[in-house]
């Protein structure tokens, strides 16, 4: 346990001794194709590795149990400081508390808890339906959100009387609407006291009518999604809406694995101990 702790706390500080000298990871470099790519090369290599050395020190540290319960310590710390402290996109660059998921620690500690999901996996094929679910089901909810970053975006347009065709990035930058978006009708429900209650849109997008709501998103492809965020509130009529178009290419892995989670915990507790 000592080693696999000791060895955790040198990635850890690697991790930490690249931040301070070369600043937060460019995950906008990341994007796909490259995210993919680098996904196939680390996987493709793991399995070689495994194959061809299953003996070795590399595949016997990542098969550990020891190595998995440092890795998740490691991990979970790292998420309890991603969820204490403030997270702020122009945050100072060392350590980087102030945007965990884009330091370097966290990148290499997630590397290194997914290496060693894989490497458990194929080395613990045989143990039974239950723990290939459980196992195969984290490691693509993690791949997913860790991939899946870099081309996760989100982007507002302001929604009026008139087609839009653009929305403003993250950073400020312009970017095209994934279809024109005009706005054809608004409402506003009050309560007794006069208070909003709730507010709806109605919205042509490419000639097609869509009742925006809050959490009520539209899907308008297979990877983005339209949420109504805000309104002109200085109008009795409100003359624009603000709306928030999310792209998430890859939330389809995370949620595939969250259901293999769901059926291998739900086949954990009909059936009882795995058969060895």
């Known amino acids: 346990m000592k080693r696999s702790v ?20 460019p995950a906008e470099a990341f994007a796909f194709p490259v995210n993919a790519a680098v996904l196939f090369a680390v996987l493709a ?6 194959r061809e050395k299953p003996g070795g020190a590399v595949c016997r540290w990542l098969a550990s149990g020891n190595t998995s319960i440092a890795l998740i310590a490691a991990f979970l710390i790292c998420c309890l400081i991603l969820g204490l402290t403030g997270q702020d996109a122009d945050a100072a660059s060392f350590p980087g508390f102030g945007n965990v998921r884009r330091t370097w620690w966290f990148i290499l500690i997630s590397i290194a808890l997914m290496a060693n999901l894989f490497v458990v996996i194929l080395s613990r094929r045989k143990k039974g339906i239950r723990f290939i679910l459980n196992h195969i089901g984290v490691l693509m909810a993690l791949i997913g959100c860790f991939f899946g ?5 989100v982007s507002r347009a302001i929604v009026s009387g ?13 970017v095209p609407l994934p279809a024109a978006m005009k706005l054809d009708g608004f409402n506003v429900e009050l309560d007794q006291r006069g208070n909003v209650r709730n507010y709806r849109a109605l919205i042509d997008v490419d000639g097609k009518k869509v009742e925006l709501r809050v959490n009520h998103p539209y899907r308008i492809s297979i990877s983005e999604d339209v949420y109504l965020t805000s309104y002109d509130r200085d109008n009795p009529e409100p003359q624009y809406c603000i709306v928030e178009v999310v792209r998430q290419p890859w939330k389809y892995l995370i949620w595939a694995g969250i259901v293999m989670m769901m059926a291998g915990g739900i086949l ?7 058969d060895q």
Do not use: C, S
Request: glycine share 12%; aromatic share 14%.
């Open 45 to 50: 290599g793991l399995w070689v590795l495994w």
């Open 268 to 274: 954990m507790f009909a059936r009882g101990k795995d």
């Open 6 to 25: 000791l060895i955790v706390l040198t990635i850890f500080i690697t991790g930490l001794l690249i931040q301070a000298f070369a600043g937060y990871f």
């Open 149 to 153: 970053a870099p081309d996760h975006t």
């Open 162 to 174: 008139e087609a839009v065709h653009e929305a403003v990035g993250e950073n400020g930058e312009i």
